[in-house]
């Protein structure tokens, strides 16, 4: 598939299209999202590859490094809650502005709540590959134009 033809079925789409049109260039699309998902999969561990032997990779403002994979989870949400409330002197609209959909802003309650009461209340997890076990490396890129 190119993406040539892609764009052409996307140009012929419209309300007049058949299902199986709208079907078919749906289904032209989603093989082309796979297939740029696994070249950019193929692309970081290469450039992850590369800056481990040459050092980060500067292009103009941006930066690319290797980190590490990682998400924080909420130990205990009422616990975590009930400390925001305590931190906020009870001001509910202050611990709301600190919450997300997940829900928890972790880096704005870190600030709030401080380093060890923080570490009490959520875990940062490392993201291990599946089939090493080790830490899963990803590309990171840093604009730093929004650096201050």
């Known amino acids: 598939m190119k993406t040539d033809d892609v764009d052409t079925a996307l140009i012929r789409l419209g309300d007049h299209s058949s ?9 032209q699309v989603v093989l082309l ?4 998902r696994e070249f950019k999969r193929d692309l970081d561990r290469e450039i992850i590859s590369w800056i481990k032997k040459n050092g980060d990779l500067q292009l103009g403002d941006i930066r690319y490094y290797v980190g590490r994979k990682k998400r924080v989870k909420v130990r205990s949400g009422s616990e975590a809650l009930s ?5 906020a002197s009870g001001d509910i609209g202050t611990v709301a502005d600190l919450m997300a959909a997940q829900p928890w802003k972790h880096g704005a309650v870190k600030k709030q709540l401080g380093d060890a009461k923080f570490a009490e ?12 076990g080790k830490p899963t490396e990803v590309l990171k890129r840093l604009d730093e134009s929004f650096v201050r």
């Open 19 to 27: 299902a199986d049109e709208v079907a078919a260039t749906l289904e």
């Open 33 to 36: 999202q796979q297939k740029a």
């Open 83 to 87: 400390a925001m409330v305590v931190a």
């Open 121 to 132: 209340l959520f875990e940062e997890i490392i993201e291990d590959d599946l089939k090493t």
